[in-house]
């Protein structure tokens, strides 16, 4: 009766070992994609294309604005 509280404490102590590999195998392959993502961020041919992106949305979101505003004066 005394040592059921020592089995308690071994399984969660069991249990907290278990969680924290998979964290750390979680955490592991988080890194790996972070990485990857900054090597395709990083690269001239993919900014270049976010660039030109940026600048459509930007356009369109004039064009927009632009009608939006002339809507309101009438």
Not at 54 to 60: A, G, P, Q, S, Y
Request: proline residues 1%.
């Amino acid at each position: 009766m005394q040592i059921d509280w020592l089995e308690d404490l071994e399984s969660r102590v069991r249990e907290a070992a278990e969680r924290l590999q998979e964290l750390r195998e979680e955490n592991a392959s988080l890194r790996e994609k972070v990485e990857e993502l900054e090597a395709r961020v990083s690269t001239p041919d993919e900014a270049a294309g976010w660039a030109d992106e940026r600048e459509e949305v930007r356009r369109r979101v004039e064009s927009l604005t632009q009608r939006l505003e002339g809507l309101v004066k009438l």
